[in-house]
């Protein structure tokens, strides 16, 4: 593949998360009220905001963090800390975009779990709590064995990268219901595209284009830290061979 | 990680796939008023089936082709012509199931392309076009340099997953989207749950599952052909240099 430098990679991707916070922020306060902490439907208006911030936004940058250069030397002990922390503050938000959501259907008598979204969203967050709380155990804490680490490690990355999956898709669903939704009436409606679908309908891509990109910078093999106990090292080792 | 062979996991693959196919196909059956080509509520039924059966199950047996011990050793040229032709199976199928729902509005004047899903899907099924041509001339085609076979190759590999990806992040907002349409009135709203609802709804999480099992599998590292251009072959490498 051609050689882009993740630095240069990774400031872009920021610039397009921001914009993607912006997007979901910008749509709730200019079109759908702005928002309150109250049952109303100013309240509900968190619940996409948090999503996208925490299970999107930060939860890709917790996911990228091995892949900062500075990372790849020295203690690892600060960059487990800062990407279990990252993490941490993204299950935060996502807890509470819940509670926006689920105050707001019950202040308003709607009841709670019943959409395809919903079952999905709920999902990806109990698979991020078992993902967070396993990556703790395995990896924070000292008394996991070596053997246990390398045996979870490649299933920590998998679901890593499945939770990101599942997080898009759950955004994806819960924009297009919300536009369902709101948009009802006369010249309004959804089907005749007026500019706030259009609005809601482009922060929908551009979610996808960040999640996108950060599974390619996932997968993409020279971006990796060559650990001593990840499968890549055998690309330095093929090297040294050689 | 623990060491599963791939042909039992394939069985079962396939029987969640055949699942899923059944799944789909009996909720429009049984609940949606069946199947015809006419224009009508029925032709759009077809839009549903067409998409699971091509863009997630059959998308993700071509997916895997490559993973059957089979193609690992002899040559590789049937084994990318099984490849191409699932994918242009799937595609095909993919292509008439677009007709199906474009046919179905135009008969009953509602617009086209004005939902998330609708965006998202329509990229997807574009993405999947591009994708195939490109494959198709890289790999298929003789006078494809190797210089540039082995630079497209992981881009393929990265779009293959991606695009697998955004089928289910499809299917996930239309079931949502047509339960919503379809589930309005009385006892029967969708946020009161009726059978139909948990029977879609276990659909798209069936779907899900297949996806992320499908991209799980393709991930392994131990299931990878070792092929002599990829970077795995460097693990083989590396075996027998230590």
Redesign the interface.
């Given at each position: 593949?051609?050689d882009l430098p993740f630095l240069p990679f990774c400031v872009l991707l920021g610039g397009l998360g921001f914009v993607c916070v912006a997007f979901v922020s910008a749509w709730c306060q200019h079109w759908r009220g702005g928002f309150a902490w109250d049952g109303s439907a100013q309240m509900f208006n968190w619940h996409p905001v948090l999503m996208v911030t925490g299970m999107v936004v930060l939860y890709g940058a917790a996911a990228l963090v091995y892949r900062l250069p500075p990372a790849w030397s020295g203690p690892k002990l600060p960059w487990k800390v800062l990407h279990g922390t990252l993490a941490l503050v993204a299950f935060g938000l996502a807890v509470l975009g819940l509670v926006a959501v689920f105050r707001f259907h019950n202040h308003n008598g709607?009841?709670n779990m019943?959409?395809?979204?919903s079952?999905?969203g709920l999902?990806t967050v109990l698979l991020f709590s078992c993902q967070w709380l396993a990556g703790f155990s395995a990896f924070l804490l000292p008394w996991a064995p070596t053997w246990l680490r390398a045996?979870y490690k490649?299933?920590h990355i998998?679901f890593g990268?499945?939770i990101l999956?599942?997080s898009?898709?759950?955004c994806?669903?819960g924009?297009?219901?919300k536009?369902?939704?709101s948009l009802k009436n006369g010249t309004m409606e959804?089907?005749?595209?007026p500019a706030e679908?259009v609005f809601?309908?482009t922060l929908?891509?551009l979610i996808?284009l960040f999640g996108?990109l950060v599974?390619?910078a996932l997968?993409r093999?020279s971006w990796k830290r060559p650990d001593a106990d990840s499968?890549d090292s055998?690309?330095v080792?093929?090297l040294l061979?050689?």
């Open positions: 593949m051609l709607t009841p019943y959409s395809l979204h079952w999905l999902a045996l490649p299933v998998f990268s499945t999956m599942l898009v898709a759950s994806m669903s924009i297009n219901e536009l369902f939704f959804y089907k005749h595209l679908a809601a309908n929908g891509l996808l996108v599974l390619g997968a093999p499968p055998c690309q080792l093929a061979w050689s």
